[in-house]
């Protein structure tokens, strides 16, 4: 066996020790999906948002509920504050990169809604802004982090904090618990 080919099983064996260790974040993950369900079925809108590797994820998980993950069925609203340039620009510039998720929100969102705060640190200063706002505007907070959960464990209302603490492992166990909630979510809502 070559060294990379060693270091390629060895990195493999690693990332399947923290999915099984998942196992014991089932209730959490479910639970995040009937509120994402709850909220949907009521009319609200479903708002993501993170950083860098975490602002991708946004993207990705707001795109399978707009336009579909495995089942063809009605878009659902999902709205990814990490995407509108002009936004982010301008609100940076005016207001500073701390503000750029939150006015959004409080621009776009409603009581009754969902806000997907993804940082793997649990201390993004910006994703925390918008849990801020969500809080005082009676948004739902689901958090998604790592490592210990910063402060994002304790101001979600459902905060999954995946068992590992490196950035790239962490952001692994995100997508996939993010994509099992879309399973879910559409499974719960496709006949809408």
Do not use: W
Not at 147 to 165: M, N, Q, R, Y
């Amino acid at each position: 066996m070559t060294d990379y080919a060693r270091r390629a099983a060895d990195t493999f064996a690693a990332i399947a020790e923290n999915f099984r260790a998942l196992d014991a974040h089932a209730a959490t993950v479910a639970a995040m999906a009937e509120a994402v369900v709850a909220a949907l079925s009521r009319g609200n809108t479903v708002f993501f948002c993170g950083n860098g590797g975490s602002a991708a994820d946004s993207q990705h998980l707001a795109a399978e509920l707009l336009g579909r993950y495995r089942i063809d069925r009605a878009p659902l609203p999902a709205v990814a504050l990490t995407v509108d340039t002009s936004a982010l620009t301008a609100i940076g510039n005016d207001f500073g990169f701390d503000d750029i998720f939150a006015r959004q929100l409080r621009g776009l969102g409603k009581r009754g809604d969902v806000l997907v705060a993804i940082t793997t640190s649990g201390n993004s200063p910006n994703v925390m802004k918008a849990v801020e706002a969500a809080r005082e505007m009676g948004v739902t907070v689901l958090g998604f982090t790592g490592g210990a959960g910063g402060k994002l464990k304790e101001a979600s209302d459902i905060a999954l904090v995946v068992p590992a603490t490196r950035t790239d492992r962490i952001q692994e166990m995100h997508i996939a618990c993010g994509h099992l909630i879309c399973e879910l979510v559409e499974e719960a809502l496709a006949d809408r």
